[in-house]
C-alpha cells in the first residue's frame, strides 16, 4: 500500500449552506437543511445520527451520487453541483472509494474479478487490471482467495475483498456506510481495524454508523438531527484495535 | 473503433456470466430467437431451392428455344377459316428464313394406351423428328433415338420414358420387346434418360415414335391438314437474342398465314427465356411471402429478448446502482445491457443457423429439392441477430442507464 503523506489542513470536502429538498406526496421535506462542515484530508469522521437525520443525504453528497439542491459541495476543490452525471462519474471513480453493509459483490465473480470492476470504468486493460486487483488483495490479506466467490468467503472476507474494491482506484477518500452492520463484533472490530490502518497510511475515511461503540475508531464524530449538524467534536476516548 | 473494442472486451465477459447465472431463462429466452432465425434462413433456403428447381425444369425443357403453337381462329365452336394451322412447312419455313436456328421439332401429340404381357399404362405418346432429341436435350438411357429412316419408313418404333419402361417391364430389358400401343403392334428401340419432374409434370412419363407414325396410326384428334403439327420446337444457337428470334419467327408466320396489321396471331410463340422470367416473378413473390412469414417469429422473438432484458434490469437494479457508484457512466451500463442482449441473440442466431443447415440438409433429402444455406445468408443471419439484440435490447439497456445511482442502490 502506498503511504501518503499527512497532508494536514488541507481541506478535501467542504459543504457551505448545504440544502437538499426531497418532494414527496406534493410536500417539501428539507433532508439535509443547511450544512456547513469541512473536513481535512487524512481525517477519519463518525457521521452519526437517527434514520431520517439526514446523514445518508449527506452521505450521497458528499459521495456525488447526488448533487444539494442549494449550497455547495466542494470536493478536492471541485463544486460538484456544476458536474454532469458523466464527470461525477468519473469523479466517483477516481475520487472516492465506497465500503457498503451488504458489501455489495457481484454474484458468482471471483474475488478478483470483484476488485476489478473500478478499473474497467477508466478503461485500463485486463492484464492491469488483474495485477492491481490482485495487490489490493494483497495487501489486504486475501492473496489465496483471489479466485474466491462470494459465496466461499466469511462476511469479514467478503467485506474486506469490497475494501480491496474501494482502495484499487487509490482514492483520496473512503465513504464507509455501516461497514460493520452485517458483522459480528469480533470482524467488526477487525475491520475497524482495517479502516484505522488504512487512515494512518494517509487516506480520508468518511464512516456511517449509528453504533456509537463503532464512531470511538474515528478520531472525529458528526451528528445530525433533522437535516442539520448538531454535534461535531473530536473522539475523547478513542478506541484503537487491540 | 478501438473504444468500441475495449467496450466489447470488457462487456462480452460480463455478459456471459449474466448470462450464465440465469442459464435456463437464457436458453428459452434464446429459443425464440433461434426459432426466429430458423425460419428465416429456411424461408430464404426454400425459395432459393425453388428458382434454383424452376430454371432446372426449364433447362430440361431445352435450354434455348422457342416454343409455337397454332392458334386457330374460332367462333362458337367452330373453326371458321383455314387460318390458325401449323404445318410442317411452317417449321421448314422458319427453319429457312430465321436466323440462328440449329434445329427445329415438330410434333404431334397424343395421350394412348400401351399393353404389353397383361399390363397397360395411359402415356403421352410424342410423335417427333431426330430433331427433338437435341432441342430437348434428351438422350436414350439405352438403345437409340428416332433416325431419319424411321420418319421416312414410318416405322413402327417407339422409345420410353424411363416411368412407362418400369411400368410396363419392370426391371426388364425391354429393347426389341413388341407392344401394343392402341391396338397397332410397335417395337421396343430405346428407352430415355430420367429427367425428373418440372411443374408437377412427369417429363419421363412419355412414349416417343416418329412423326410420320403418329401421322398415320394415332390421328384420332390430329389437325385437319396432311402435314398439320400440335408444337413446333424451334432451338438456337447459343448467343442468339429469343427475343429478336421470336420477333422473326411472328413475321415469317404472318406473311405464311397473311395476318394484316392489327388482326390478332393465329399462332403463338413462347421462348424459354420468357418462362424463367414468368415463374422467376412467381417465385420471387413465394419466396417474399415464406419471408415475410417468417420475419414474424423473428419479431416476435426479439420482443421476447426486449421481455427478459427489462425483467433482468429490474433483478439486477442493485448491481447496476452498485456499478454507477464504483464510476460506471451511464453509457457504460447501456452499452452492458446492449452487449448482453446482442449475445443473447447471436448466440440464438448461431444455433439457429446450425439447425437451419441440418434441416435443410434433411428437407433436400425428402424433397429431392435442393434448398442452399449459402455462406452469405449465414452471415447476414449472424449479423441479423446482433441486430435484433441491439434493436429490442435499446429499450431496456437505456431504461437501465437512466437509474438514479442511489435508488438502484437502495433497492432489494
Not at chain 2, 417407339?158 to 413388341?178: C, M, N, R, W, Y
Request: hydrophobic residues 45%; charged residues 20%.
Amino acid at each position: 500500500m502506498k503511504t501518503k503523506p499527512k497532508m494536514a489542513n488541507k481541506p478535501l470536502l467542504q459543504a457551505r449552506d448545504l440544502v437538499k429538498d426531497y418532494v414527496i406526496g406534493g410536500e417539501v421535506v428539507h433532508a439535509v437543511n443547511g450544512v456547513d462542515l469541512t473536513i481535512q484530508a487524512g481525517e477519519f469522521v463518525a457521521i452519526m445520527g437517527a434514520s431520517g437525520s439526514g446523514k445518508s443525504t449527506f452521505m450521497n453528497i458528499a459521495g456525488c451520487l447526488d448533487t444539494p439542491t442549494t449550497g455547495q459541495l466542494l470536493l478536492d476543490g471541485v463544486d460538484t453541483g456544476l458536474l454532469d452525471s458523466d464527470a461525477l462519474a468519473d469523479i466517483r471513480n477516481r475520487k472516492i472509494g465506497f465500503v457498503f453493509q451488504q458489501f455489495n459483490l457481484l454474484a458468482r465473480t471471483s474475488a478478483l474479478d470483484n476488485v476489478a470492476v473500478p478499473l474497467i470504468y477508466r478503461g485500463i486493460s485486463t492484464g492491469e487490471r488483474r495485477a492491481k486487483a490482485g495487490a489490493a488483495l494483497e495487501n489486504l490479506g486475501l492473496a489465496d482467495r483471489l479466485s474466491h466467490t462470494p459465496a466461499k468467503l466469511s462476511g469479514g472476507q467478503q467485506q474486506r475483498v469490497a475494501i480491496a474494491r474501494a482502495l484499487v482506484t487509490d482514492p483520496l477518500m473512503l465513504l464507509a456506510d455501516e461497514p460493520t452492520g452485517a458483522l459480528d463484533s469480533q470482524t467488526s472490530e477487525d475491520i475497524m481495524g482495517v479502516f484505522q490502518s488504512l487512515n494512518d497510511q494517509g487516506i480520508t475515511v468518511l464512516l456511517v454508523t449509528h453504533e456509537a461503540e463503532i464512531a470511538q475508531y474515528a478520531g472525529r464524530r458528526i451528528v445530525f438531527r433533522d437535516g442539520k449538524l448538531i454535534e461535531d467534536a473530536a473522539v475523547a476516548d478513542r478506541r484503537r484495535k487491540r | 473503433m478501438r473504444q468500441w473494442i475495449a467496450t466489447l472486451s470488457t462487456n462480452i465477459p460480463v455478459a456471459l456470466i449474466a448470462l450464465r447465472t440465469n442459464l435456463m431463462r437464457s436458453i428459452l429466452t434464446t429459443l425464440g430467437v433461434m426459432i426466429g432465425v430458423l425460419a428465416v434462413i429456411l424461408a430464404v433456403a426454400i425459395g432459393e431451392g425453388a428458382k434454383v428447381s424452376v430454371s432446372d425444369s426449364i433447362n430440361s425443357l431445352g435450354s434455348n428455344m422457342a416454343l409455337v403453337f397454332p392458334q386457330p381462329e374460332n367462333q362458337g365452336g367452330r373453326r371458321t377459316t383455314d387460318r390458325g394451322r401449323l404445318t410442317e412447312r411452317d417449321a421448314i419455313a422458319i427453319q429457312r428464313l430465321v436466323p440462328g436456328v440449329s434445329d427445329i421439332a415438330p410434333q404431334l401429340r397424343n395421350s394412348v394406351q400401351i399393353v404389353v404381357a397383361g399390363r397397360n399404362a395411359n402415356t403421352a405418346a410424342m410423335g417427333v423428328t431426330p430433331g427433338y432429341a437435341r432441342v430437348s436435350n434428351l438422350n436414350t438411357e439405352i438403345g437409340r433415338f428416332i433416325t431419319d429412316a424411321d420418319v421416312r419408313t414410318a416405322a413402327r418404333v417407339v422409345i420410353l420414358g424411363p416411368t412407362v419402361a418400369g411400368k410396363l417391364f419392370g426391371s426388364f430389358d425391354p429393347i426389341g420387346q413388341e407392344l401394343r400401343i392402341n391396338r397397332v403392334p410397335m417395337k421396343v428401340v430405346g428407352v430415355l434418360e430420367a429427367k425428373g419432374s418440372s411443374f408437377g409434370n412427369d417429363n419421363d412419363d412419355v412414349a416417343i415414335m416418329p412423326l410420320s407414325t403418329a401421322r398415320q396410326r394415332f390421328a384420332s384428334s390430329a389437325p385437319q391438314g396432311p402435314d398439320d403439327l400440335h408444337v413446333l420446337s424451334v432451338g438456337f444457337e447459343d448467343g442468339v437474342d429469343l427475343g429478336v428470334a421470336k420477333q422473326r419467327i411472328k413475321t415469317v408466320l404472318r406473311e405464311r398465314n397473311r395476318v394484316s396489321p392489327g388482326e390478332v396471331d393465329p399462332f403463338s410463340v413462347r421462348t424459354t427465356e420468357e418462362f424463367m422470367k414468368e415463374t422467376g416473378q412467381v417465385t420471387a413473390i413465394l419466396q417474399a411471402v415464406l419471408v415475410g412469414i417468417a420475419s414474424i417469429s423473428l419479431l416476435v422473438g426479439g420482443i421476447g429478448i426486449m421481455n427478459i432484458m427489462l425483467v433482468s434490469v429490474t433483478e439486477r437494479t442493485r448491481e447496476i446502482g452498485l456499478r454507477m457508484a464504483l464510476g460506471a457512466k451511464r453509457r457504460d451500463i447501456r452499452n452492458q445491457f446492449l452487449v448482453e442482449a446482442a449475445v443473447l441473440c447471436t448466440i440464438g442466431g448461431a444455433i439457429g443457423l446450425v439447425l437451419a443447415a441440418i434441416l435443410s440438409r434433411v428437407i433436400a433429402n425428402l424433397g429431392e429439392f435442393p434448398v442452399p444455406v449459402g455462406a452469405q445468408t449465414s452471415i447476414l443471419a449472424i449479423l441479423f441477430s446482433a441486430v435484433i439484440g441491439l434493436a429490442f435490447g435499446s429499450y431496456p439497456a437505456i431504461r437501465a442507464s437512466r437509474l438514479s445511482p442511489i435508488e438502484a442502490l437502495r433497492s432489494e
